[in-house]
């Protein structure tokens, strides 16, 4: 059993920063890449950005792109999103997730195994 805990979500204005964590935890897994994914109410689940283990090599969408840094501890199997120039359209559920097998990219919901509970990120005008 794969446990997966994100929290740092809030409430900031336009401009504001915040830090999402993450941490996985379980019996015996091999952590292949752990990512964050937003939802907004009334649209599909988004992907916005994801680290191999194997290299540490962040990828990031469009969207979040010179504003959002994802970084990691390894050893501890913990990420956490640095999230800078939040903007209101960056309203959304922001969950982790933890990949247990290979993919290509890492950039689809469909490439990962387990996923936190999700912590809700809230940005004003």
């Known amino acids: 059993q794969v446990q997966v805990v994100d929290s740092g979500g809030g409430s900031v204005r336009s401009g504001g920063s915040l830090r999402l964590s993450c941490a996985a935890s379980?019996?015996?897994?091999?952590?292949?890449?752990m990512g964050w994914f937003r939802q907004a109410p009334g649209k599909e689940r988004e992907f916005v950005a994801s680290?191999?283990?194997?290299?540490?090599?962040?990828y990031y969408s469009d969207s979040v792109k010179g504003r959002f840094t994802l970084s990691r501890d390894s050893a501890k199997n913990t990420v956490w999103l640095q999230m800078g120039s939040l903007k209101p359209e960056d309203t959304a559920a922001y969950f982790c997730a933890v990949a247990g097998r290979y993919d290509w990219r890492f950039s689809t919901a469909a490439a990962f195994d387990y996923w936190g509970q999700g912590t809700q990120v809230t940005v004003s005008s």
């Open positions: 379980g019996c015996t897994f091999t952590n292949y890449a």
């Open positions: 680290i191999r283990w194997s290299n540490g090599i962040p």
